[in-house]
């Protein structure tokens, strides 16, 4: 240390290193792959690879609220299924539906301020119940309006006339595009000042707010982001699905498919939820003949990683940020000058 | 007339949600823990009685004898085993842990039971009214559920300003730190909370299964009421919770009258606006051990 002071070293901070740039090849490479993998794999596969993306999505909205805000949202289905139903209702009043999921991303984020002025005067374990129940607010007034098909729901007629495959790989394009969307702007927010205010929040209020950082609008800004990110799914599910039913759109399911995801690949790092996804989708796909004992495990499984491996599997590969793939953190390096 | 047999009938309602409802504030003000699974819990001394009532038969009232304290053991071992854990694993732990807890009751009930509406028959208990005006008639067990509600919630009350436990669980609800350096055990007196907790919402639970029908799902629901009322009525104060569960059940049963479909969305924007406009809740806080 002494050393360091006296300047015989010759220090840098940076954020990259070798991994991280090996990692943003390797990850450019799997999204041109990825791009074109519809010329290759069948229609069942891609409209697979949606789903999968959908869920990614899903995952990197809650790991922000709840991995980087500290904020356990069990209402972010609110969001979901509210963008499920724009796209429904803007292409009911004659706005195309690719148009309208860009449209019902940012509606999503509009409407989650609001939300955020009440859901902020709960805290931890209330906050979770209070996002909840404003989810079943959103639900029950969404079923009531008839134009929207009521509690029955209603089909997304916008798209029809298209060949289904065409169809299909568009909304995939569009799943692709949004996930690669929402993990750029995770990691530019937390490259950004905002991020490094965000890491201090969530470590240590209090002390956070002493240093000057403006705590509720940090919070309500990463709220604002994941629900705009989980708008995002909602939108694509209902191109995939074609049609949109209230009890699904909102169906907490999604809550614990976000928190299992997260949870099991590392909360609060920017790799996990991509690691979390991926098992999810596995243990979905593996599992689905299962009926409800697949969510039997996954509780299960959520139980054993918060108390057991408590930052998920990304956390034990790298226990101490030293591999990460993102450059997100400040590193001092120092070399001996001879 | 019908306003004021909603106004009746919600009031009467509203003490079933103060019955679920002061458990977890309990927990919540013992240890700052959020049971999510608090409603599942409820739901699933429901099918314990079910269970009960098919292999050994009789009217479904014995089974509280029954219920209660497997209930209130269930709530002990919770903690000790399950809950503690969590408790040491940081700020998201236990609103996550509870959170699995929930999904898996919910589909084990949905896997054992099916997804049907079920419920304990009472007999004539269940139909039997009272006649209190020329056309208002209130339920006789909707009666003794309001009854029994305000009777847990003035033992629970009398239970924490008078005795050696509920001033021990007091205690480690103001500072924990504190209450551990006196000699109170902070193990016992978290697992006697959730003991405690978990006795009262298997009421609430037998309950709902006699005064209406249940299902796997049903904890979630009632656990949202039971949260709903704990804001309603102010955290910190059991006379908080009562009024908070009486005023959620009377805007149901009104919003209801005004349109069938409308009753919990009704109750869901009281909850809203109290927190909008007073989130300290309708009654301020006094007694610490529920906060």
Redesign the interface.
Known sequence: MSDLLTGQHDVSVTRGTLGSRVALGVGIAVVVALIFAPAVAGDSATNNLTQFLILLIMAIGWNLV?GYG?M?S?GHQAFIGFASYAVLDLSIHGVLAWYAVPMAIVLAGLISIPVS??AF??R???F???T???A??FQ??IA?QSNLGGGAGASLNDLNNLNPINRDNVTYWFALGLTVLSLGVTALLLRSRVGMALVAVRDEEFSAAATGVNVVRTKRLVFILSAAICGGAGALLCLSNLEVQPNSAFS?QY??FM?FMV?VGG?GSFEGPIIGAIIFFVLQQSLASY???Y??I??????IV??WL?RGIWGAIDPHHRRSLVPLRHRIDYDEIE | MIWTNAVIQGLLLGGLYAIFACGLSLM?GVM?????AHGDLGVLGAYFAIILVEHLGGNPLWTFAAVIPVAALVGYLLQRF?LD??LN????????????????I???L??TFGANDQSLNIGALSYQSWKIASDIYVGRLNVIIFVVAVLVIVALQLFLSRTPAGRALRATADNRRAAALSGIDPKRTRAMATAIALATVAVGGLFLAMRSSFAPTSG?AD??FA??AV?IGGLGNLWGTLVGGLVLGVAQTVGSQINP?DG??IG??V??AV??FR?QGLIASRSVAVR
């Open positions: 709840a500290g356990v069990i002025w009440l005067r709960l931890g374990g209330y979770a119940i209070g909840w129940v404003i079943q607010v029950l007034v009531q907490i809550s614990a928190i949870l909360i009926g409800a004992w969510l039997v996954l509780g299960g499984f959520a139980i918060t108390l408590p | 919540f700052r823990l959020v049971n999510l399950l854990h969590a694993g940081g700020e998201l732990s236990p609103i996550l842990v509870t959170f699995g807890l929930s999904i898996i919910e589909n084990l949905q896997q979630s656990l949202l949260f709903e804001i479909a919990i969305l869901d924007l909850f809203l927190l909008a989130p």
